[in-house]
């Protein structure tokens, strides 16, 4: 997270999430160290004052020896070792932290992490992610981790938050992040990336390389990395728990989305119409899949839609669209083309050139999509007739298309004597 | 592949060919942009397999081994790290992940992907090993505007296209 910073999912602003979430989690933080900072106070003192033995202090054997002056540190009072530990001294590790520099730095993340899950989770849900699935990051590290030093107190918040990144991650895996990138782009800095395979790197993987080098002597850093890479899993299961309790549908984005949808199941008792999904594109314009179900039931002949209707839905069909699902584009073409539609003005008007191309590439295995493809570029033409330049290409193009069709034709004829 | 698909596939590829070619040259400022984010990637990916690779030294033992193998297997990870973060990237994709973000292509004169020879040579080679072996004195020519084209661009005949954004 340092070259891209995850900032909101990628939904309409009126759909970003509000950063109250974010302080009320990091107002809870912000309260645990102020209510421990006189143990952590004590318990500095007390080992920076520790005097061993000079037989224990300088043996190689005498780990157990040493244990025995840890195990009477004051901040295992309150928080969990593996050597001592109990429920409640778990669940209260992820709200103590041992220096202001690490309260502010998790207070940061963990406003961050907060807000970015608030598109999809209730606020008592969230916190019970970070709390449980930092525990259970925090009781992994304390068991795979040094397993020599018994009473080596674990505490912190950073694992509750990689819960709330692998919460995020689930709710998020088939949609886009919008990142801050520290270089200039054409969206100003901001870029849109897949979650899938983008957050996964920024995020985790670092900490899975730097976790499995914690296993090996020779670590180079006190953070801990199985905390972070066992938390973020438990946040990864307790969502996808929750998702399934909750009967969420894969196509569906935000919690908005999800009750809007309620609504109109019960509203139409099962399947929904071509309408309603245009409702719930109106709420959420970025929900590519969404888009996807649509044209699948389009071509299935589940949905029989009007020609204002799919003018509507063409709409949502933005060249991001395009660029990422060219498959689905190059179905939902054929389909109007065979059914007998148009296709609109204004979308005709803004389809960029390479993406005909790369459209014209998914179109090219069978002989009704070609011919579905030229229809695509007669229309594109006769609309973009103010645009010399691209209509040349685009001509060009076509009649090189045509050409090749008119020969196979021919060859084909020849056989048939 | 039919072969009508191939012919297809064929006329359509010399037609993104044309379309990189007529596409604009990309600003200093976001070819510069580009390296910076590449560097900073790059260093990334690195640092991450040295440590898998010292952490590897340390457990099999370095009472034992000699440290030309250690520094050989240094070598060999930054070797192969580069190999592919800027040759493998810049010949199948267009570009390394740097320049994808920022909407860049490499491009040759014909509009194509340079092939694996050029990619390597422009990128491990010329722009970063000559600037590198230089003290930057190289990229500086193109910085500050003494030069119109970078050296590597020049001596290989590619060009960073700007591929997003209207014509």
Redesign the interface.
Known sequence: MILVVPITPEVPKRLRPKPWYGLVLAGLLIFGYWETTHTIRQDLDYVANLELPPDVATSTQSLPKIDDYLKLRPLLTIAPARGDWSLSRLLMANFIHGSHWHLILNVLCAFAGARICATFLPLATLIAIFTAGGSIGLFASMFLSNPELRYIPHIGGSAGIFALMGAYYVYNFRFRTRYFFWFPTRDRYFLSLPTGTFFFVDVILVELVLSAAQVLPGRWDNVDHFAHVFGFMSGVAIAVFFRTAQGWPAAIHTRAEYFLHRFLVKKREGELTFADFLTLLDLNSFNDPLKCVLIDRMQGNSLNPSGEEIAAFFRFISPTFMRYQTKETAILIRTVVIRGKTFPRKWLHKLPYDLLIQIAYEMSATQQSRYALLRLFYTYIAENAERPNVVSRVQNLTEQLENELEMTHKRASSYDV | M?P??Q???E??KR??Q??TRERPNADK??RI??T??DV??FL?CYS?LT??V???E??SLAEGSEPFFAGLARFVAFSVTAFFYFGVTTRYFGGTIGKQ???LRVATAEGANPDMATCVLRELVFKYGLGALSAGIVPLLYISGIRSKPIHDQWLGTTVKR???K?
């Open positions: 039919a009508q698909e012919r297809w596939a006329i359509l037609a993104e044309d379309h400022t976001t942009a580009g910076v984010a900073l990637l990334l991450l440590k898998l010292s952490a590897i340390i457990a973000l920022l909407g591929v997003r954004g014509l």
